[in-house]
């Protein structure tokens, strides 16, 4: 006698899963009858149309997204998982074996590519290169978020993402209480080309830490000159958002501009500049020495602490490592060695720290898809990150990346944490405790 049942396996999908058993059978003088001698008809397993898998991996540089074995390792360290987005390498490689498009679809923008899942992935699957590719032939299909569409159009045209006249790019330096040499203006060699970066030349909170780095640099007779309306975007957002045409253009306008003035070393005021000289730019022909600010006043540490002379009041504070100085680069110690200079602050670290750092959500283009992302999550990334930093007492959140400042205040605001946690930009701490 032969029955046959159908089961259904956990993809939804129905599948004829038959079986045979025979209802009496005696095999080398057992009885192995009914259910004891059951034969399973052998499953298809990997019966999907994977046309948009394939679809996806023949993109030169997304191949990775093939790789995956299911493993889940990479589940609780993605942050938009974490933050209700129902996300995550291992989610999205299930949903293209069930035909999903990542191309046209939400998945595809919500990837901060943080890198937190590429570290405990035993395949290697890797969204930092997989994400820029497959946004940018979605782009070329026309799919991209408004937002992001927006804020492309504003770097093609003005050079920021704020849209703002060029011009206006050096207006902070003529209301400075500062010394900023203006290279095109008054060129000749410096030490360092301090890369100013748009959110310190435009985002008000951005010029308030913008003054306190050039406060800081005269202090220490640091010879600087800035490019003033010359500096563009440094285009990594752009590139990792899908856009490697705008990236090149503007890495081409940088470089040439780092070549015309005679320097030492390029500072940056923030990790994405960071990343973008450090690791993009030699590919189209620009080597410089660059280093991320907290790096280039670290080095300085015994000359600046006898500048420290003020108090911090035993203030609590917690520091956010960025994603694109930590993880992608590798730069932990330096933005902890200058907190630890400064006279009466207590330095407490959250739960997810360093190389474990939580991600704010501004990375790979999220700095301008946090409407889009709100729809998706339960919670904004930040908003996550602000409720840690209260939940281990901090008083100050410390960031050493010009979107944070203003991504957490709002999250701080959004949380009902105004008057309990304060954001501070590390060179902001320093000037506040420099010659008080
Ligand atoms: S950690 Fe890597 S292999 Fe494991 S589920 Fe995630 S992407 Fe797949
Ligand atoms: S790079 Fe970060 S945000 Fe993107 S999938 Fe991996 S863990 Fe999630």
């Known amino acids: 006698m032969t029955e046959r049942y159908n089961l259904t396996v956990n993809t939804g999908r129905e599948k004829d899963q038959s079986f045979v058993e025979k209802e009496s059978a005696v095999i080398e003088g057992i009885d192995v009858s009914g259910r004891w001698n059951r034969m399973f008809v052998p499953r298809e397993i990997q019966d999907y149309d994977l046309t948009n898998m394939h679809k996806l991996t023949a993109i030169p540089g997304a191949e990775s997204m093939g790789w995956c074995y299911q493993c889940a390792q990479c589940m609780p360290a993605c942050p938009v998982d974490t933050a209700g987005g129902d996300y995550g390498p291992r989610k999205i490689f299930r949903r293209l074996e069930l035909g999903m498009d990542l191309l046209d679809s939400r998945d595809l923008w919500l990837c901060t590519t943080c890198a937190n899942c590429l570290r405990v992935c035993p395949k290697e699957v890797d969204m930092i290169k997989i994400m820029p590719v497959a946004r940018a032939a979605a782009v070329l299909e026309g799919n991209v978020p408004a937002e992001l569409l927006e ?260 999250a701080v605001k959004s949380t009902n944490n105004d008057g309990k946690l304060e954001v501070l930009d590390i060179i902001e701490i320093l000037d506040q405790c420099m010659g008080a």
């Not at 410089?288 to 790096?295: C, G, I, L, N, R």
């Not at 009041?313 to 520091?319: D, E, L, M, S």
């Not at 919670?379 to 010009?402: F, H, I, Q, T, Y």
């Open 151 to 410: 804020m492309f159009q504003n770097v093609a045209e003005y050079g920021n993402p704020m849209g703002q006249s060029a011009r206006k790019r050096a207006a902070w330096i003529r209301k400075s209480d500062a010394e900023i040499r203006v290279l095109p203006k008054d060129p000749g060699p410096v030490d360092v080309l301090w890369f100013v970066g748009d959110f310190y030349a435009y985002h008000g909170r951005g010029v308030d830490a913008a003054n306190a780095m050039a406060r800081v640099f005269n202090a220490l007779d640091v010879d600087f000159g800035v490019l003033g309306a010359d500096e563009r975007t440094d285009g990594d957002s752009q590139r990792l958002a899908g856009e490697p045409g705008l990236y090149e253009e503007l890495a081409e306008h940088n470089i040439e501009q780092f070549k015309q003035h005679e320097h030492e070393r390029i500072v940056v005021s923030g990790p994405h500049a960071y990343n973008a000289i450090k690791n993009e730019y030699p590919a189209m022909g620009g080597e410089f020495e660059v280093e991320h600010y907290t790096q280039f006043l670290a080095d300085q540490i015994d000359e600046l602490k006898p500048l420290l002379t003020g108090s911090f009041g035993n203030r609590k504070v917690t520091f956010h490592d960025p994603c694109y100085l930590g993880r992608h680069n590798g730069e932990y110690d330096a933005p902890r060695d200058l907190l630890e200079a400064v006279p009466d602050l207590d330095l407490i670290e959250m739960y997810r720290c360093k190389e474990q750092g939580y991600c704010c959500g501004g990375g790979g283009g999220g700095m301008w898809l946090d409407g889009f992302a709100a729809e998706q999550q339960s919670e904004r990334l930040s908003e996550n990150r602000v409720k840690e930093a209260v939940m281990v007492g901090a008083d100050v959140l410390a960031v050493c990346c010009p979107y944070e400042v203003s991504r957490f205040e709002d």
